[in-house]
């Protein structure tokens, strides 16, 4: 027993041995927590992902990919090996929403350009790349209500197919206090976009993102640090809606995922 314990003490010491993990299974539209050594470098999809002092790293999985996952381990000795999981597939609904203005569904020409001015924008704030670390601390609610969308469903607009849903939408009255999920810093506060009407977007660190729209209030600046449950707007019926809710959505470097998951149980 000594013996073999010291001889897994010389291999940590050397670094070469590859350590790092992967948590729990893989799944579309998931985040995936795993651990790395401190002599280790992880990489996904050609980017350094940020590692935590306890060794915690994240990445998203998005809503469609398929086949594995592989994650590239850089060792102190620049020996490269890699992780591999099996991407498991999920069953998604279709909704559909008739009765919208079809300037919504079909917006004219000069519309269409301030939506590819409002998407631009809202990219930069999904690009965010801090070593922080809040998303390990969790995510709680941020307003309770009952839930009338859900991440993944197909949405079918006055009959025409769209995107897919990629959040979490929460019925709310309008003029709710809308808390912070987690703690970080706010990378986009506009009070009226097209789509999303008033919208906050709070980068948690690593990459992590959360998302709140349709405010009819926001009460927050772009660069204002928040801390988990902190209210930073009220809720509403702005943008594309088709009445008064929460729409939440969760990302990694605007990669959009799922935050059921991620949220307590509901009583």
Same mark, same amino acid.
């Given at each position: ?39 280790e ?19 998203? =999985?998005?809503?469609? @990919? +398929? /086949? ?6 850089? *060792? ?5 090996? $890699?992780?591999?999981?099996?991407i ?6 279709i ?13 004219d020409?000069e ?13 930069a ?14 995510f ?11 991440y993944?469903?197909q ?7 769209r ?9 709310v009255?309008?003029g709710?206090? =809308?808390?912070?999920? @987690? +703690? /970080?810093?706010?990378?986009?506060a506009?009070? *009226? ?5 008033? $919208? ?29 449950g ?7 019926a ?30």
């Open positions: 027993m000594v013996i073999r314990l010291l001889a897994a003490l010389a291999l940590v010491a050397a670094g070469g041995a590859r350590a790092a993990t992967i948590d729990g299974e893989v799944r579309q539209g998931r985040l995936v927590f795993g651990h790395a050594e401190r002599w470098e992880i990489r996904y999809d050609g980017r350094v992902l940020h590692v935590a002092p306890d060794g915690g790293f994240v990445l998203g =999985i998005g809503r469609d @990919a +398929a /086949g594995e996952l592989a994650i590239e381990v850089r *060792d102190d000795k620049d020996k490269v090996t $890699t992780l591999r999981r099996p498991l597939t999920q069953d998604w609904d909704q559909r929403i008739d009765g919208l203005p079809d300037k919504k569904v079909n917006p020409p519309t269409q350009e301030r939506i590819k001015w409002e998407r631009s924008r809202i990219q704030a999904r690009q965010a790349d801090r070593a922080a670390f809040d998303w390990q601390a969790g709680r609610w941020p307003a309770t209500g009952r839930i009338s969308g859900i993944g469903s949405r079918i607009l006055n009959g025409q197919p995107q897919p849903h990629l959040g979490l939408d929460v019925a009255p309008t709710t206090p =809308i808390k912070a999920a @987690a +703690a /970080g810093r706010v990378t986009l506009a009070g *009226d976009l097209y789509f999303t009407g008033g $919208t906050v977007i709070i980068d948690h660190g690593a990459g992590v993102q959360t998302l709140y729209a349709h405010l009819s209030r926001v009460d927050v600046s772009e660069g204002q640090a928040v801390t988990a902190q209210t930073i707007a009220l809720s509403g702005t943008g594309r809606v088709t009445g008064p809710h929460l729409h939440f959505g969760l990302a990694w470097y605007g990669l959009q995922l799922d935050p059921a998951p991620y949220l307590p149980k509901a009583d």
